[in-house]
C-alpha cells in the first residue's frame, strides 16, 4: 500500500488513495516493469482523478517520455536546455485538453510539479486543483544546493518496493 503523499496545498482533501496505487501499478505491469532504482530515479508517473458528466469517476495515468527515448525517436537534442524530455503532467494536461467533458478533480504526480514549466501550467488550467506527490527536489537540497536524497530513494520508499 503506497504510503500517503504531501499535497499542495498544505490543507487539501486527503489524496485518493486510488492515485498512488494506479501509478505503482502501472509501475509494476509495464514492459519492463519499472519499480527498479533506475526506472524510479529516471520516470515519473503522474494520476490524475476525474469525474464525467454521469458523474462516474476515472484515473489518467501518463509516465513521461525520457530524454533516452526522445533521442532514441528524434536524435539529440539541438541543445542542452532541450533536454527536459516530455514531463508527464505535460501530457496529461493534453489528455484532459481534449476531453473537456472532464471535470479534473486531484493530481497526483510523483515528483511534484516543476517550477519551471509544469506548476504554471497547472495553475493556469486547473486552477484549485489540489497536487499530491512524493518528491520535492527543493526540499532535499543540502547547505550548498547539492541534493541530499534522490527522487528515486524517495519514490522506492513511498511505495515499499
Ligand atoms: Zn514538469
Not at 76 to 86: I, K
Request: aromatic fraction near 10%; include cysteine; hydrophobic fraction near 35%.
Amino acid at each position: 500500500m503506497p504510503r500517503t503523499p504531501n499535497s499542495k496545498p498544505l490543507d487539501s482533501p486527503r489524496c485518493d488513495p486510488r492515485l498512488p496505487e494506479a501509478a505503482l501499478r502501472y509501475r509494476r505491469t509495464a514492459n519492463p516493469i519499472l519499480t527498479t532504482p533506475q526506472a524510479l530515479g529516471a520516470i515519473n508517473v503522474t494520476a490524475w482523478l476525474y469525474r464525467d458528466r454521469n458523474g462516474v469517476e476515472g484515473i489518467q495515468v501518463n509516465p513521461n517520455v525520457t530524454i533516452a527515448e526522445l533521442a532514441r525517436v528524434y536524435g539529440p537534442a539541438a541543445t542542452p536546455d532541450a533536454e527536459v524530455g516530455l514531463h508527464s503532467e505535460g501530457l496529461a494536461a493534453e489528455w484532459f485538453r481534449t476531453r473537456p467533458d472532464l471535470r479534473v478533480l486531484q493530481i497526483f504526480s510523483e515528483r511534484v510539479p516543476c517550477v519551471a514549466m509544469c506548476a504554471p501550467m497547472l495553475r493556469h488550467y486547473y486552477p484549485g486543483v489540489p497536487w499530491y506527490y512524493y518528491y520535492d527536489s527543493n526540499s532535499w537540497r543540502g547547505n550548498n544546493g547539492e541534493r541530499i536524497r534522490r527522487a528515486g530513494e524517495i519514490l522506492r520508499s513511498a511505495y515499499g518496493v
